[in-house]
């Protein structure tokens, strides 16, 4: 029913900004939840930061004071700026979107995106 796809990845200077977007589409009324991933070979997916609805945010603790994580309701987007950006942080980041309402009611699914690279790198 959902379908997100990532954009705005890169090769960034440590020290620099980027901008991931991820756009979803389907039979959408609502989005709950919607928020960031990363992962590096070898490693396990971690969570980056989410934001619902109601105005809550978390972030991970090595990311906080760095990133801010935004949505746009009306476009059923979900953003994630990236300042001061760290080697550490390369990875291939994803979006998530959980707590859907869509026109059969509530969708209690996780949804994923094919994820964007981001590659910190002097």
């Known amino acids: 029913q959902v379908q997100l796809v990532e954009s705005g990845g890169g090769l960034v200077q440590p020290g620099g900004s980027l901008r991931l977007s991820c756009a979803a589409s389907?039979?959408?009324?609502?989005?709950?939840?919607m928020g960031w991933y990363r992962q590096v070979p070898g490693k396990e997916r971690e969570l980056v930061a989410t934001s619902t609805r109601g105005g809550t945010t978390n972030y991970a603790d090595s990311v906080k004071g760095r990133f801010t994580i935004s949505r746009d309701n009306a476009k059923k987007m979900v953003f994630l700026q990236m300042n001061s950006l760290k080697p550490e942080d390369t990875a291939v980041y994803y979006c998530?979107?959980?707590?859907?309402?869509?026109?059969?009611?509530?969708?209690?699914?996780?949804?994923w995106g094919k994820g964007t690279l981001v590659t910190v790198s002097s």
């Open positions: 389907g039979s959408i009324f609502s989005i709950n939840v």
């Open positions: 998530n979107v959980v707590g859907v309402r869509t026109n059969s009611g509530f969708d209690g699914m996780s949804y």
